[in-house]
Structures are given as C-alpha cells and as structure tokens.
C-alpha cells in the first residue's frame, strides 16, 4: 500500500498561471479532503469529497476547484495562482466507517510569486 | 472567532517532563476529537480520538476532554526528544461526519 501520495512535491508558479496539484489514494477511502498549512494558522479545509461524483467546498474554497471522477483520485486545480495561495497542501483519505482516522499525503509546497 | 483555538507555542522542556497540551473549542456539536502529531517536513499523523468527554490513555499519551467546559488536552509523560513535533488538536460533529475542523498546532521542543 502506497497510502496517499501527492504530487509534485514541490512548485513554484507566477502570477496567474494555473495548475493542478495531483492527489491519488489505494486504500479504497470513501472520503478526501483537501487542506492548506500556513505558519500559524492550522490545516484549514478547501474542498472534500464523500464520494466519486460528489464535492463540497471546505473553510477556504475560493481560487481552487476540485472533481472527484474515481474513488481512488482527488485533484486540486488553481485556475490562477495568486502569491495568497502560497502554502503546503495536503490530501488526506479516510474510510467513511474509520471515526475520523484520517491519512495524510506528504504535502507539496507551493510558492507563487 | 475560530471554532478551535490552540496555543501555537512554541514550547520547550527537558526530557521526561510532563507535557500539557490544549484546545478549546466554541461549536458545542464536536463529538469527537483527536490529536494529531507532525514532524517537521511531513504530513500529520493520527495519534489518539476520543469521543465525547472522558479520558484515554494510550502508553506515555493521555487525552481528555471536557465537554462542559470546551476544553480538550494532550498529556505526555516521560517525554522524549522523539516527542519534538507540532501537535493539533481536531474535532468533528460525527463519526461519519464529512468535515474535521484542526486547531493552528503547538510546536513542541523536547531538550535532551
């Protein structure tokens, strides 16, 4: 089992440009999400899904989307990158049954200048 | 107001102190709880849940929550150096609950 894994580990864009970053997860989780990490303020929620098909937006949802077409994939697109949405991302995947156990990814740190 | 509010450190002690770690929390719906452990440079990791108020305890860890007052706390005895991460709390409003708010973290130094 590969767990969750994310990618690119790293990325630096400029002003405007978009780009996704990829989540994928080989545990047959029901549930993933999408977080931000910035110094001092936590993991705060973007998007998360319950299910293939299904999406909801999270605390900060503005300037990203997100689909969930598979169980296993959860992509995060920013459609133009604004230097506020420099941050670590992390995925994270959790069966619906787990009580709240959830699994993160290693994170990709983003930079947009 | 955040819904979770956690000192963010960061805090220091000398090995095999007691450590005492805090959140408090306003939406009186939050059932379960968890903290949350995370080294530098890594995602966070899953280290005790409880749900509703009471205590856990689980080898050096203790966890306890207090519904009446709000308040949720992480005891590590004997600490070690390996200790050294940032801790966040969690809380959710069910088990099945689609939604897992954290707290910002307290960065924790664990002097040899």
């Known amino acids: 089992n590969a767990g969750v894994t994310q990618t690119p580990k790293f990325q630096v864009l400029k002003t405007g440009q978009s780009m996704t970053l990829q989540c994928a997860q080989d545990?047959?989780?029901?549930?993933m999400s999408w977080y931000r990490q910035d110094p001092g303020m936590g993991l705060r929620l973007i998007h998360y899904?319950?299910?293939?098909?299904?999406?909801d937006q999270g605390e900060v949802p503005n300037g990203y989307n997100v689909s969930r077409s598979t169980t296993e994939d959860f992509p995060l697109r920013l459609l133009s990158a604004a230097p506020s949405q420099t941050s670590v991302y992390f995925c994270?995947?959790?069966?619906?049954?787990?009580?709240?156990?959830?699994?993160f990814g290693p994170g990709t740190r983003l930079t947009v200048l | 107001q955040k819904e979770v509010e956690q000192d963010p450190g960061p805090l220091s002690v000398p090995e095999g102190a007691i450590v005492s770690l805090n959140c408090t929390y306003s939406?009186?719906?939050?059932?379960?709880f968890m903290w949350y452990r995370q080294y530098s440079r890594k995602g966070p990791e899953l280290l005790m849940y409880?749900?509703?108020?009471g205590n856990k305890e689980d080898g050096r860890f203790t966890a306890q929550v207090d519904k009446s007052s709000k308040y949720i706390s992480l005891f590590i005895r004997d600490s070690q150096p390996s200790d050294s991460a940032t801790y966040l709390c969690?809380?959710?409003?069910?088990?099945?609950?689609?939604?897992?708010?954290f707290g910002s973290g307290t960065r924790l130094s664990i002097r040899p």
């Open positions: 994270a995947s959790r069966a619906r049954s787990s009580y709240n156990e959830q699994f």
């Open positions: 409880t749900y509703s108020s």
């Open positions: 939406n009186s719906a939050f059932q379960y």
């Open positions: 545990m047959n989780h029901e549930y």
């Open positions: 969690a809380m959710s409003a069910g088990s099945s609950a689609s939604k897992i708010i």
């Open positions: 899904s319950v299910g293939a098909g299904i999406t």
